[in-house]
């Protein structure tokens, strides 16, 4: 086994300085050093989107995103997205729209959502069904997720659009 190496990050707004295995995923890190759950583990090999996190701003995979990339940066969780009400409205449509059921994938597909909303808020239907297809889920069909985010779109739009046909 490698030495640790001793990593500094912001996580959630707060500062962090953590030794860590080289090789420790970024996901693994949050949950098992910090006991942030909220990203989970899905596929382990950044196909199901589980796993998302934001690192600087930017959407990555926290299971091909090693803690000692993160050295330096900023992180945040879905944990840090709820608290900071920077999703709230795209949450709360999930709810509405029962967008989820077991709730495993919610976390990452409300984190690349919440990035959509973000860089491409007239987006169409079909844009975000494109922007969602890296993001897996076994229980709803995904036309509610589709629906609830169509939804925060309109709303955000000042449209008072259903969120079903667009």
């Known amino acids: 086994m490698a030495d ?6 912001t ?7 953590r030794a860590v295995q080289p090789r420790q995923h970024l996901v693994d890190f949050l949950r098992e050093a910090l ?10 090999h950044g196909v199901c989107g589980a796993c998302t996190v ?25 944990e840090g997205v709820s608290q900071d009400g920077d999703a709230t409205d795209l949450q709360e449509a999930f709810v509405r729209r029962n967008a989820l059921q077991c709730g495993f ?14 860089h491409k808020p007239d987006a169409t239907r079909d844009e975000v069904r494109a922007w969602m297809g890296g993001n897996y889920c076994r229980c709803t069909g ?5 629906d609830a985010i169509c939804e925060t779109l309109d709303a955000r739009a000042g449209r008072a659009g259903t969120g079903v046909v667009r």
Do not use: F, W
């Open 54 to 78: 934001e690192v600087d701003g930017r959407i990555v995979r926290g299971c091909l995103t090693l803690a000692v990339q993160a050295d330096g940066r900023s992180v945040r969780t879905i």
């Open 142 to 146: 995904y036309h509610a997720i589709v």
């Open 105 to 118: 994938c919610t976390p990452g597909m409300v984190m690349a959502a919440k990035e959509l909303l973000e």
């Open 35 to 44: 006991g942030l759950k909220g990203s989970h583990l899905g596929c382990e």
């Open 11 to 17: 996580v959630n707004g707060q500062a962090v300085r």
């Open 4 to 9: 640790p190496r001793t990593i500094e990050l």
